[in-house]
């Protein structure tokens, strides 16, 4: 599975956009870009994920640039409640997921 | 949405004795299930991959003998810490999915406690 570089923090204000960025330079071609995240002592949420496309569901967008290497996830109106730890993976359909350290966003009031 | 339920979603124990996680998908049947562990302030490792009726495929590193996992049923997967130690406190989560699916779905979780 292809290895993920992800910052280890960000800052965001409630109600802007947070844009968090991946980068996954050696995923290959059957490789997704998977989006989790972690609210302390909890399980992680699935939030979204792509293979090619730009998508877009009720949490957030992923836009993944076209040659595959790096990913944006945005979160369009982050809420306090959005502060966690989130996790970009790259990992095959139905595949293990090995998590990186991911980013932790602070959203702040 | 899926869910996933963990039980127990805490547990204390003496060192030496062994301790039986459950996980089970509630309203879904999963092909194939995930344990992890996570010590404070790290992130999720990979312990184990489970299917229904076979073997758990475990990662490098992680004793078999040592953490028993069983794949009764499409709906129940169970993590058995055997002979815990201190240093096998962690918090451990399950995941599952279904076959044709992108998605894994994740347990509360389980703090276990080795005194």
């Known amino acids: 599975d292809a290895k993920t570089t992800q910052p280890p923090s960000m800052d965001c204000a409630e109600g802007r956009a947070a844009n968090l960025p991946c980068n996954h330079s050696?995923?290959?071609?059957?490789?997704?870009v998977y989006w989790y995240r972690q609210i302390h002592s909890q399980g992680p949420q699935y939030i979204i994920h792509g293979l090619k496309n730009n998508e877009t569901n009720e949490m957030a967008s992923l836009i993944i640039t076209e040659d595959r290497k790096s990913s944006t996830l945005i979160l369009p109106h982050a809420t306090l409640r959005d502060t966690a730890v989130y996790y970009c993976i790259a990992a095959r359909a139905t595949g293990k997921l090995i998590f990186g350290q991911g980013t932790t966003l602070q959203v702040k009031p | 949405g899926a869910v996933v339920s963990q039980h127990p979603s805490r547990v204390i124990c003496k060192s030496g004795t062994s301790v039986k996680i459950e996980c089970r998908s509630l309203?879904?049947?999963?092909?194939?299930m995930f344990w992890y562990r996570q010590f404070p302030k790290k992130s999720l490792m990979l312990m184990a991959t489970s299917n229904e009726g076979s073997k758990a495929t475990y990662e490098q590193g992680v004793e078999k003998d040592k953490f028993l996992i069983n794949h009764a049923s499409l709906t129940l997967s169970t993590l058995t810490v055997t002979s815990a130690h201190p240093e096998d406190s962690s918090f451990y989560i399950c995941?599952?999915?279904?076959?044709?699916?992108?998605?894994?779905?994740f347990g509360p979780g389980t703090r276990l406690t080795v005194l």
């Open positions: 050696t995923i290959s071609g059957n490789e997704y």
């Open positions: 995941s599952a999915s279904v076959s044709l699916s992108n998605e894994q779905f």
């Open positions: 309203d879904f049947q999963a092909t194939t």
